[in-house]
């Protein structure tokens, strides 16, 4: 089955950086769109950017220039390196796909930025 495993969250100072992963299995990575989202206390889920099958990758306003994704199809993985890190990028950040009509999440990884 689809499974999907972030890792990589944790406490940092805000300006710091840090690298999220999401580890996949149980479909062909190589052929699917991946998408980052996040969600902070109170507030609705947001998507923070999107990497297509072929690499090319778009992102929300409030990251744009500071989040890069990237993807390595031959260990079916996804990552999301983060800079310039404020504390409003505190939430939990959980990657997401869509599989044969079917959304699939991770459980996410805690990232708090203090100020």
């Known amino acids: 089955q689809v499974q999907l495993k972030e890792s990589g969250g944790g406490l940092v100072q805000a300006g710091g950086s840090l690298r999220l992963s999401c580890a996949t299995s149980g479909f062909i990575f190589s052929n699917n769109a991946m998408d980052w989202y996040r969600q902070a206390p109170g507030k609705q889920r947001e998507l923070v950017g999107v990497i297509t099958s072929g690499g090319s990758a778009n992102y929300a306003d409030s990251v744009k220039g500071r989040f890069t994704i990237s993807r390595d199809n031959a260990e079916s993985t996804v990552y999301l390196e983060m800079n310039s890190l404020k504390p409003e990028d505190t939430a939990v950040y959980s990657c997401?796909?869509?599989?044969?009509?079917?959304?699939?999440w991770g459980l996410g990884t805690q990232v708090t930025v203090s100020s």
């Open positions: 997401h796909v869509v599989v044969r009509f079917r959304h699939y």
